[in-house]
């Protein structure tokens, strides 16, 4: 399994990676993995660090955590300072006795508040935070798994376009020597002119599958740089020179169907992360009903202000001190707000529930689907081990019988036209059970560690 701890890498890069990247033009010079083979594991790296889609999911990782420290900013103490200075016309004010009242006034202070009781929200808050971290780690590593099954798939489509082009090339040539020798007894008189006509249009068929497998090859190839992240310089036209380095391959892969089904419902992130929401919904109706309780709350503070009243020719002269209490408030009554808002987080947490449930179904949907296609995938795989040998068998005793006089052309287009199927059917059924096994490991969450419960 090649992209087993891919993931974890992915979490490793995030943290190193250079933000540089995101800079590049889109008309820089050709990437130096352009210039080297290219494996499988390399393009998963390359992924992790330029894939377009994995770089979006950090920023929202790093979002999430500017929500995390606002989620718990409620449990914390608050430290607010405070000043104001206000200048009256003397005209303005009223006078008693001696003592004027000082037309400038200024206060200041700083004070300290901590709730220590709020209905349950500051409990709530902290283990909030923890799940919304939780969460977003989790849909994290959904992107990742996601991205890195795509570039997959785009690396075996690039290899199965490659062979494409080769088996329909090597029909073409075969096609060709065909028209050649039909050509060359039509000449010596032993063959009639509909020998050359037949070999000519069994090789005019053949060209445009070739043409087709090219233009797949190019497309494959684009799409796959897509998915790394590669800023092509704009001189590189339709055919990028790529050079994979790994090939399709048969190896064995066994599954328990009922063991990929609970090992995906305990390891795919999506559940994570959906657990995680049904957790925070629970919280938002501790949250809710926290309106239905008093929320006290300690301070403490120090404070400056000005006399308030001055003496005739005094310059005045001002207060400091400490000041420290507590203070309680009760919405005893407030129009049914919170009763609505109880009904709301109720009915959100039953969705969240709904939710978990119909997407653990889909899981166990997506592993029983991947399971079969891959089945079936390595059913046919199997089927066409030795195919390909007998088509080239029955390619060589057509020729013979032909060259003995006692088979006909016919025989020996059908013979190539069969080799060129099983050698592409032999290409198509290695590619299918790759992609089948890739998709497989995703469904069953294989490459993914699952985040404890806590």
């Given at each position: ?10 979490i ?27 494996s499988l ?42 000043g104001?200075?206000k ?7 009223e006078?008693?006795g ?10 200041a ?6 709730t ?28 990742l ?85 590669w ?24 599954v328990?169907l ?17 657990r995680?929401?049904e ?44 000041n ?38 889909q ?23 030795k ?8 390619l ?59």
């Amino acid at each position: 399994m090649k992209t087993v701890k891919m993931l974890a890498l992915g979490i490793v890069v995030f943290l190193a990676a250079d933000g540089s990247m995101r800079a590049q033009s889109t008309n820089g010079p050709l990437p130096q993995e352009l210039l080297r083979p290219l494996s499988l594991v390399d393009a998963l790296n390359t992924a992790l660090q330029r894939n377009a889609t994995i770089l979006k999911a950090r920023d929202d990782l790093q979002a999430a955590y500017g929500l995390v420290v606002q989620t718990r900013a409620v449990a914390l103490p608050h430290v607010q300072a405070a000043g104001q200075y206000k200048d009256t016309e003397p005209s303005a004010i009223e006078s008693i006795g001696p003592f004027t009242p000082a037309h400038q006034n200024w206060t200041a202070g700083v004070q300290i508040v901590q709730t220590i009781y709020n209905g349950g929200k500051l409990t709530a808050a902290l283990r909030a935070a923890r799940l919304t971290r939780e969460q977003a780690l989790a849909q994290y590593q959904t992107v990742l798994a996601d991205t890195l099954l795509a570039v997959r798939v785009a690396y075996y489509d690039v290899l199965l376009a490659a062979q494409q082009i080769t088996v329909h090339q090597a029909s073409v040539n075969l096609l060709q020597r065909e028209l050649e020798d039909q050509q060359r007894r039509y000449r010596a008189g032993t063959v009639p002119h509909f020998n050359v006509l037949r070999a000519e249009v069994a090789l005019a068929n053949e060209r445009p599958a070739l043409i087709q497998a090219r233009n797949n090859y190019r497309i494959a190839k684009n799409n796959l740089s897509n998915l790394l992240g590669w800023n092509l310089p704009h001189e590189v036209w339709e055919d990028i020179p790529m050079n994979l380095s790994d090939t399709l391959d048969a190896a064995p892969f066994e599954v328990n169907l009922p063991d990929a089904i609970g090992q995906a419902l305990a390891r795919r992130t999506e559940l994570t992360a959906l657990r995680r929401a049904e957790a925070l919904r629970q919280l938002d109706i501790v949250n809710a009903k926290s309106g239905y309780k008093p929320a006290v709350q300690l301070f403490a503070g120090y404070n400056w202000y000005n006399s308030q009243f001055v003496a005739p020719n005094d310059q005045g002269y001002y207060f400091h001190g400490w000041n420290a209490g507590a203070q309680l408030s009760w919405d005893i009554f407030d129009g049914l707000l919170t009763h609505g808002r109880v009904v709301q987080a109720q009915a959100l947490y039953d969705k969240s529930r709904t939710d978990l449930a119909d997407e653990a179904r889909q899981i166990e949907l997506q592993v029983r689907t991947a399971y079969s296609q891959f089945v079936e995938a390595k059913e046919v795989l199997d089927s066409q081990q030795k195919v390909q040998e007998e088509a080239e068998e029955a390619l060589r005793e057509a020729r013979a019988r032909a060259e003995a006089g006692t088979g006909t052309q016919l025989d020996v287009l059908d013979a190539e036209t069969a080799l060129t199927q099983a050698r592409t059917t032999q290409t198509q059924a290695l590619h299918d059970y790759d992609v089948a096994r890739a998709r497989l490991e995703r469904a069953m969450g294989a490459d993914l560690a699952p985040i404890s419960e806590k």
